[in-house]
């Protein structure tokens, strides 16, 4: 079957850096995604890997490894504004989007 | 603002009622989807559109019903649903969705609740 699994919460501190981790298990692989979803609004994206290694977008980084299906999301220098839920979602080979749970990240002073 | 908007954004329905979900999106996209977003659950992609051709359809009970008339409109239609369909309906839209590189912009999202 298919199954992508994130941690259900994170705290960390402002200012500090924290990765949220992600393991997936699709048909086929297309790519993994990030998305970030503040309480009551859209989710919007934020990252696409279909290649190991990392990238790094501003304060935020996302990396992959598709040996071991696995994926994670590095923020630093975190801002109270990070405080969301982060849903990581991989693309299967017929190119639908097979999502985790999300991972609730809270940020404290 | 994202390109995609939704109404309404709160509906409260008893089983008996109809109603409907609107969505739009004003981003030149091809393909529009509707996913259901459960409290603590990953999202369920419901349907796909593609050029206002119907391309995905996992197995979602009939109460709903989905309408493209164009590349820019969703609907979803609602009928006798039960309590369990209470949640967040996200409409969503791509450039191309056979494409690997595409992402999806998303609405905020109509909260549904079943009384």
């Known amino acids: 079957g298919q199954n992508i699994d994130q941690p259900t919460e994170m705290t960390a501190t402002e200012g500090a850096i924290v990765q949220i981790n992600c393991t997936y298990q699709?048909?086929?692989?297309?790519?993994l995604f990030w998305y970030q979803q503040h309480a009551g609004e859209a989710p919007t994206f934020l990252s696409y890997?279909?290649l190991d290694g990392l990238e790094e977008k501003g304060r935020f980084s996302s990396f992959l490894s598709r040996s071991k299906g696995y994926s994670y999301l590095l923020l630093k220098e975190l801002q109270m504004k990070d405080s969301a839920s982060y849903l990581c979602?991989?693309?299967?080979?017929?190119?639908?989007?097979?999502w985790g749970a999300g991972t609730k990240l809270i940020i404290k002073p | 603002e994202t390109g995609v908007t939704q109404t309404p954004r709160h509906l409260v329905m008893g089983m008996t009622n109809k109603k409907s979900l609107k969505c739009e999106q004003h981003?030149?996209?091809?393909?529009m989807y509707w996913y259901k977003q459960s409290a603590k659950k990953p999202l369920e992609l419901m349907f796909v559109?593609?050029?206002?051709?119907?391309?995905e359809n996992n197995s979602v009970p009939s109460r709903f019903s989905p309408e493209c008339p164009n590349s820019s409109h969703l609907f979803l239609h609602l009928h006798t649903l039960q309590p369990e369909d209470s949640a967040l309906y996200l409409c969503?839209?791509?450039?191309?969705?056979?494409?690997?590189?595409?992402?999806?912009?998303f609405g905020p999202g109509t909260r549904l609740t079943v009384t």
């Open positions: 969503a839209s791509s450039q191309d969705p056979g494409s690997p590189t595409y992402e999806q912009y």
């Open positions: 559109y593609n050029f206002k051709e119907q391309t």
């Open positions: 979602a991989s693309m299967d080979s017929n190119y639908q989007l097979i």
């Open positions: 981003l030149g996209h091809n393909a």
């Open positions: 890997n279909v």
């Open positions: 699709t048909s086929g692989f297309n790519g």
